[in-house]
């Protein structure tokens, strides 16, 4: 398992393939890479924020959950803070399972966990200032599907 | 003890971490404690249910008592991935 925060970029191609080389009892490997989206045309910036020690400590439990739940052979998990460009990846999830359902389950559940119970805060800057994004409900209320 | 806060909650107190003598029992009594400092903890403690508590970088509640609690972090609702 690994779980890093960071504000460098990194090459989800890559990461994927290192994560999935020389594995051989694996029959699945699924990927989800989040990308800054610019919904309005006028995104100049998104600024993540995040608490330093928390960030981590919350990612591994969500990450150990779900080794646990559905009996991952690996899981990645690359967050990113700081300044990021429309279209530069923020983050990204990997599981490995013997079958496709646990590994793509998996990474559903990471994204939902990691939506609202990873301690990061975005704001986005336009022309017209800056806003923080704003929580939504139907993100909390993905929690209860699992 | 420490007292951090993020995004909103950081600029609208406008300091990112502070070390608060309190005798404070709950997270609650802490809010009543700060509020009543100045406007701008006030302002940003005026609506609990648009915030968030962790205690020693756990997610906790505002009933939550203090004792022992080294960290206490104010920040609104997460929005990661």
């Not at chain 1, 080389?21 to 989800?32: C, I």
């Not at chain 1, 990471?110 to 119970?117: A, E, G």
């Amino acid at each position: 398992m690994a779980v890093r925060v960071q504000s460098d970029p990194f090459d989800a191609g890559a990461e994927l393939n290192s994560f999935a080389r020389d594995r051989t009892g694996v029959g699945a490997v699924v990927s989800f890479t989040g990308v800054v989206r610019d919904t309005k045309g006028d995104l100049q910036e998104m600024l993540i924020e995040h608490y330093p020690g928390m960030t981590e400590s919350a990612i591994a439990k969500i990450a150990d959950e779900a080794v646990q739940r559905w009996a991952l052979a690996d899981v990645l998990v690359i967050h990113r803070y700081g300044p990021l460009k429309p279209g530069e990846p923020i983050m990204m999830v990997a599981t490995a399972a013997a079958h496709r359902a646990a590994a793509f389950e998996a990474a559903d559940f990471l994204m939902d966990y990691l939506k609202s119970r990873a301690p990061f805060w975005k704001k986005e800057v336009t022309a017209q200032g800056a806003a923080w994004v704003a929580a939504k409900d139907a993100d909390e209320d993905a929690l209860k599907r699992w | 003890m420490n007292v951090v806060y993020f995004a909103w909650v950081r600029e609208r107190i406008g300091l990112p971490e502070e070390t608060v003598d309190t005798d404070a029992a709950t997270v609650k009594d802490l809010i009543a404690e700060l509020s009543a400092r100045e406007d701008r903890y006030a302002a940003a403690f005026a609506d609990t249910t648009a915030l968030r508590v962790a205690l020693d970088q756990e997610l906790s509640d505002f009933d939550a008592p203090l004792d022992g609690v080294r960290e206490v972090a104010f920040f609104p609702p997460m929005t990661g991935g």
